[in-house]
């Protein structure tokens, strides 16, 4: 029977088998994407895909695992910490890129009608 240890703010530390479990799940989570790069079986865009899930679901093994959190009443605060962090992070990177791709787009917009302008002029009789 194994028992995990719990300190006095009620937050839980894990057995020798979680921590093992955790691993091998965090080091598959990392083989799998690697293949799928190395080998190049899947379309680009499925392979980013693949790649961005399996982070995700490496984030949650790392929490569950080696960081303890869970929805118990415990760790409900810190559960909420991290998501509200993950919420700011997600806004700040989110509208960081977004923002890129629309100067991105019109500075090629730009571009391309300043390449055209000329190439219209050379072209034009005189």
Request: hydrophobic share 60%; net charge neutral.
């Amino acid at each position: 029977m194994e028992h995990e240890a719990v300190n006095s703010a009620g937050a839980g530390k894990g057995s020798l088998n979680s921590y093992l479990a955790g691993f091998f799940l965090a080091v598959i989570l990392t083989i799998i994407p690697f293949g799928l790069v190395m080998s190049g079986v899947l379309p680009k865009t499925i392979t980013i895909v693949a790649i961005f899930a399996a982070a995700i679901v490496q984030m949650l093994v790392h929490l569950h695992y080696f960081l303890h959190l869970d929805t118990s009443s415990e760790e409900r605060w810190n559960l909420l910490a991290i998501l509200f962090t993950a919420l700011i992070i997600l806004i700040l990177v989110g509208g960081s890129i977004w923002i890129m791709v629309n100067l991105h787009y019109r500075m090629m917009d730009q571009a391309v009608l300043h390449t055209a302008g000329i190439q219209l002029a050379a072209a034009m009789p005189r």
